[in-house]
């Protein structure tokens, strides 16, 4: 019987992994787009809780086009290389509005609804700002709460990723995401949010699942 305990011979398999797809812009806003991020906070803030989000909820339909083209620049990757479906899909942006939080402000837990990617453009942020996901899969886990010495992917249900300014995230819209309390934080934090859907044939007519949009 061999007692070795080589680390060679031992595997640890990633099974079901959840993607978030990080990037930054290589540039800051520019003067234009400064100036339209000022007018929609101008044109009006609907307050939800602890944060607030804007009147215009469909900001990429007539602003910030720069940006948008490297939204969906990045979206496209996404498709390839985590989807990476059969059919041609046409991956679009949906709705798009710009989040406000204040010192001492967060974002309660939340999925997205109606859409398959989300996204998040951090415009402004500050020192310690990290957006935190969470296990969906966690309530169908047995229900054992073990004490851990240091956390890791395999033994964590939350994480917490930092975020910095011109940093774009991207993510399945079903993952639990928020933003808890930065006490670090003294200036607002602004980001894009925005959603996503497809036009194309999803399933197969064989399956009994064809859905075409």
Known sequence: MNDNNDD?????NNLFPIPVYQTRRDSGLDSTEEKEIEDI??????????????????IFDTRLYNLKEFCEQHI?????????PT?????YITQSWLNVTKPGGSHQIHSHTNSIISGAFYI???????ITCYDTHKNNQPIID???KELNLWNSNV????????QLLLFPSWLDHGVQQN???TKDVISLSFNTFAKGIFGKRENLNQLIL
Request: net charge negative; no cysteine; hydrophobic share 30%.
């Open 8 to 12: 060679d011979s031992i595997i640890i």
């Open 87 to 91: 059919e041609e899909l046409d991956f």
């Open 146 to 148: 073990l004490e851990v």
């Open 41 to 58: 906070i101008e044109e009006g803030m609907i307050k939800n809780l602890n944060r607030s989000y804007s009147n215009n909820s469909y």
């Open 76 to 84: 496209k990757t996404y498709v390839k290389e985590i989807i990476n």
């Open 183 to 185: 006490e670090k934080q």
């Open 159 to 166: 994480f917490d990723f930092g975020v910095t300014n011109n």
């Open 124 to 130: 402004q942020t500050d020192v310690g700002q990290t």
